[in-house]
């Protein structure tokens, strides 16, 4: 119980496996580093924290890791192009969550084209 409340065990824990984040002590699950580890660890978490999907520095770390969670981006950020370049590189099919003005954007198109070839690569024999 007590290793719970330990934030250094915590942030171990959420590195390893951001799904750990929901056996964190109730404070915890508020501290700003703890959120960003789950996040940098498990992008999908992000639809835990409704209160920070405007928060660019978290996006970013969440895109980063999983890019549909593009998803759950305010308009603000769905139209910001670094959020919109580091979800559509980690994976193409976060180009339907872009405002239309970066689903336009050739740069935008060539990131998401070199995920698409990351993938291609990986499923080769």
Same mark, same amino acid.
């Given at each position: 119980e007590a290793f719970r409340a330990d #934030? =250094? $065990? $915590?942030?171990? =824990? $959420? #590195?390893?496996s951001g799904h750990a984040w929901i056996h964190v002590w109730a404070p915890l699950r508020y501290d700003r580093e703890v959120i960003l580890a789950v996040v940098g660890q498990s992008g999908s978490m992000l639809n835990s924290f409704s209160w920070l999907w405007h928060d660019r520095e978290v996006f970013l770390a969440a895109v980063k890791q999983d890019g549909g969670a593009l998803a759950f981006a305010s308009a603000v950020l769905r139209e910001d192009r670094e959020v919109v370049l580091a979800a559509v590189q980690q994976d193409w099919r976060a180009i339907e969550f872009a405002l239309v003005a970066l689903r336009r954007d050739t740069e935008v198109w060539a990131a998401a084209g070199s995920s698409v070839f990351s993938l291609a690569q990986l499923s080769v024999p």
């Open positions: #934030r =250094a $065990v $915590v942030l171990t =824990a $959420v #590195r390893q």
